[in-house]
């Protein structure tokens, strides 16, 4: 590439150029430590501290969606069991709609699925609000495990502000109210007066390149 457009050029994992963006010109903005989760077909982790990336010594220190909730849980795709990725990932919602309408021919979800036949991560969220019961009982379970994952991370490295983003984030508040309530409840520091803020992450599919572009910048100052 470097000789193709005769520019410097480096090298950054997605989820950290991600995380990098919304912290240089989008939801973490501001802060000085801040983690980025997107869920999406997986659930991708970025991690600023002290304003710079953290990425470990091989750029994979920032693999929150592969660290366990559920030991002996359904199979990753990293080849452990019950990851944080397998439950709160759009494909994990999908996988327990899809359970919950093989156990439940009654639930409304199979008279609401589109006419592609095809079960996408908002049914149990649109059948929920449509008052379906094992709905409810899905999206109530995809909650509780993605406050689980969060409330880790909390823990971990308290940033001060946590951004998530990816398409189940359209959901608004009947997801992220009750996720909230759990974190609030359960995080380490939930007597202490400063507590990390929760925020949308902003710049959508965008954040990867403009936190890539940034880096570069930055990388190329720090070499002058
Ligand atoms: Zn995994």
């Given amino acids: 590439m470097q000789k193709f457009i005769a520019k410097p050029v480096f090298i950054e994992n997605d989820a950290n150029a991600a995380a990098y963006g919304e912290f240089v010109a989008g939801a973490a903005k501001g802060a000085t430590h801040a983690v980025c989760i997107t869920l999406g077909t997986g659930v991708g982790g970025g991690i600023i501290i002290d304003g710079?990336?953290?990425a470990?010594?091989?750029?994979?220190?920032?693999?929150?969606?592969?660290?366990?909730i559920e030991v002996d849980g359904p199979p990753c795709t990293c080849g452990r069991k019950g990851c944080f990725e397998v439950f709160s990932s759009a494909t994990g919602l999908i996988r327990m709609t899809k359970e919950a309408m093989a156990e439940h021919p009654e639930t409304l979800m199979h008279k609401m699925l589109p006419a592609s036949g095809r079960v996408t991560a908002r049914l149990a969220f649109e059948a929920m609000r449509a008052g379906d019961k094992t709905a409810k009982q899905v999206t109530d379970k995809y909650i509780k495990y993605l406050a689980a994952g969060i409330t880790n991370t909390i823990n971990t490295f308290q940033p001060d502000i946590l951004c998530i983003g990816g398409g189940v984030c359209n959901e608004g508040d009947p997801l992220l109210l009750p996720m909230m309530e759990i974190v609030r409840r359960e995080v380490y520091t939930r007597n202490s007066p400063k507590n990390t803020k929760i925020v949308i992450a902003q710049l959508g599919n965008d954040a990867g390149l403009i936190g890539a572009a940034f880096l570069?910048?930055?990388?190329?100052?720090?070499?002058?």
């Fill in 52 to 54: 710079k990336i953290y």
């Fill in 56 to 68: 470990g010594f091989n750029y994979a220190g920032a693999e929150i969606g592969h660290t366990v």
């Fill in 216 to 224: 570069g910048l930055d990388k190329q100052k720090a070499q002058q």
